[in-house]
């Protein structure tokens, strides 16, 4: 999937113009890609144009002007795009209470070793960043990438349409599984094209 240029993104201003228009199709975008795996993992799919919009978002936030700021946006973003035969995601760990969700990062260190894809037989390892990882406690936001291992777009279709595509969590804190199919299948395969 190719990489967002400077050249892509809005000004300020520009942005500003058309936000109104654009933000209700990216959030139904958003939607789309979007995977409930138990009831305090959420996956949300990205691809270029999620990573364009949350450019233009930030710069929007932050008020940017920076040529220098808003190329660093721009490279921290395209780090979260997908490679050839991979997908990668943005891992919320939702509770509602912060008591609660403080306690359950702390007891899900380790969930970098207890999350899969699964693709027919295959049971992929979802590969975490690094720099988010600790031995105390998690993340509430993680970025974790799943390899494909050779799995095309048409066999994808064709396992998700028979619920044979999920991601899997099996820590010994929590152990939930999430089917992609329909809509989510139908967009993912459309990155993997």
């Given amino acids: 999937m190719k990489k967002i240029a400077f050249d892509e993104i809005l000004l300020l201003a520009d942005y500003e113009r058309v936000r109104n228009r654009l933000r209700p199709l990216f959030i139904h975008g958003k939607e ?4 409930h795996v ?19 978002e930030m710069i929007r936030s932050e008020k940017m002007t920076d040529r220098e700021a808003i190329q660093h946006e721009i490279d921290t ?19 509602a209470e912060a008591a609660e969700r403080d306690a359950a990062l702390a007891r899900l260190v380790g ?51 028979k619920g044979e595509v999920a991601v899997e969590a099996d820590h010994p804190s929590l152990a939930a599984r999430g089917e992609i199919s329909g809509l989510l299948a139908a967009s993912l395969v459309e990155d993997l094209k």
């Fill in 111 to 161: 969930l970098e070793n207890h999350l899969w894809l699964k693709i027919g037989s295959k049971k992929i390892a979802a590969r975490f960043d690094e720099r988010q990882v600790s031995d105390e406690k998690i993340s509430a936001v993680q970025f974790v990438r799943f390899a494909l291992e050779g799995v095309d777009a048409a066999k994808f279709l064709e396992l998700a349409g």
């Fill in 77 to 95: 973003y395209n780090e979260l795009i997908p490679a050839p035969g991979e997908m990668v995601a943005t891992l919320l760990i939702e509770y």
């Fill in 38 to 56: 138990g009831s305090h993992l959420t996956f949300i799919f990205e691809n270029a144009q999620t990573e364009w919009y949350q450019i233009e």
């Fill in 32 to 35: 789309r890609r979007r995977l």
